[in-house]
């Protein structure tokens, strides 16, 4: 089974810049795409940037322009540069590896990390 390892986030102030990484360990073939998906308290879980293994990606309306997405295939990982921070990115922010296949084993499934919180204060 894969499992999902995020780091960073944090406190920062308006304006500033954090990094969320997330690496996928265990016997992982391939990984279809990775992304970052962030939910507030009574929201729902929305999209915030996506990388497919090909570097396709796909940006949520608020990550645009600001927040950048990228991908190491070889290590499975996936970071999320997020510049220019406002106080309305204050979220749980969730790692998200899409299409996930396993030597020895045909079968695809996605899998969630543990979430890591990110706020913007003054």
């Known amino acids: 089974q894969a499992q999902l390892v995020e780091s960073g986030g944090g406190l920062v102030q308006p304006g500033g810049s954090l990094r969320l990484s997330c690496a996928v360990t265990g016997r992982v073939y391939s990984i279809d795409a990775m992304g970052w998906f962030r939910q507030a308290e009574g929201d729902e879980r929305e999209l915030v940037a996506l990388?497919?293994?090909?570097?396709?990606?796909t940006y949520g309306d608020a990550a645009k322009g600001r927040f950048t997405i990228f991908r190491d295939n070889a290590k499975n990982n996936v970071s999320l540069q997020m510049n220019s921070l406002k106080f309305e990115d204050t979220n749980v922010y969730y790692c998200k590896a899409v299409g996930i296949t396993l030597f020895g084993d045909y079968n695809k499934y996605d899998a969630w990390g543990q979430g890591k919180q990110v706020t913007v204060s003054s």
């Open positions: 990388i497919s293994s090909r570097d396709m990606t």
